[in-house]
């Protein structure tokens, strides 16, 4: 992991141990008393974590979650409200389906949205972001030939 200052001018990197894992591209979220967690997409066909109490200077060993992951993107938002939303392929092979998750503490999570599922097809690197006004913007690859956009509302 890399951090900077809030000038972008002076970076340090910390090492982040993958205990013998494949991942990479961590999505980042933010919880109560300075805690970070980090998910990954990973080779293991599940997401990995890793957490940081002390805003990030060190973490703790990458570790495998319970949830699926076929080697593809993810990624993921810490509201405002304190909940944190997952946007990923819930699914060990292929990239046909594509799943909103709400989580309140990052370790068990629950299905919010469908967003697609189909016998066959392609939806991956997905992004994620809160916008001002509250509302959720998801964009995502669909079947590699457009990017696909959501906007949410949610209650």
Not at 60 to 71: E, G, I, R, V
């Amino acid at each position: 992991m890399e951090q900077s200052d809030q000038n972008l001018s002076h970076w340090e990197k910390m090492a982040i141990d993958n205990n013998g894992l494949n991942a990479i591209q961590p999505t980042i979220l933010f919880h109560k008393d300075d805690k970070i967690q980090i998910l990954c997409r990973s080779k293991e066909k599940k997401i990995a974590e890793s957490w940081s109490t002390d805003q990030g200077k060190t973490w703790s060993p990458l570790q495998l979650t319970n949830f699926p992951n076929n080697n593809s993107g993810i990624d993921a938002v810490t509201l405002k409200n304190g909940m944190h939303l997952l946007i990923c392929n819930p699914i060990e092979k292929g990239r046909n389906k594509l799943a909103l998750f709400a989580s309140p503490d990052g370790k068990e999570w629950s299905e919010l949205a469908v967003l697609e599922d189909q016998p066959k097809g392609e939806f991956s690197y997905p992004a994620i972001i809160q916008g001002e006004d509250g509302t959720i913007h998801i964009t995502y690859t669909w079947n590699r030939e457009k990017i696909k956009y959501v906007h949410l509302k949610l209650q």
